[in-house]
């Protein structure tokens, strides 16, 4: 069974930056992929960020240029640094691997 714990959430101004982190336990990042979501209340889904196995990453329109998935195999965790943060940025964040997701953690960006 897959196990993911987020954290990294919070306050932050616009053009602010913040580190989300999601450790993995059960599941070897080098096999798979990890995917960034973001979900504000009575809106659809969004993909934000995914990195596969093998390292290749890709983006939403939206965060491309502002965003970085990478990760530590060493740590089994996956990060999103999210830079130039805007207040549509603003909502809960998961992460998901396997099927498996994240409990969620909420950024938000206001001055």
């Known amino acids: 069974q897959v196990q993911l714990v987020e954290s990294g959430g919070g306050l932050v101004q616009p053009g602010g930056s913040l580190r989300l982190s999601c450790a993995a336990s059960g599941s070897d990042l080098r096999i798979n992929a990890m995917v960034w979501y973001r979900q504000a209340p009575g809106k659809q889904r969004e993909l934000v960020a995914v990195?596969?196995?093998?390292?290749?990453?890709n983006y939403a329109t939206s965060v491309k240029g502002r965003f970085a998935i990478v990760r530590d195999i060493a740590k089994n965790t996956v990060y999103l640094q999210m830079n130039s943060l805007k207040p549509e940025d603003t909502t809960v964040y998961y992460c998901?691997?396997?099927?498996?997701w994240g409990q969620g953690t909420q950024v938000t960006v206001s001055s």
């Open positions: 990195i596969t196995g093998s390292g290749t990453t």
């Open positions: 998901e691997c396997k099927g498996y």
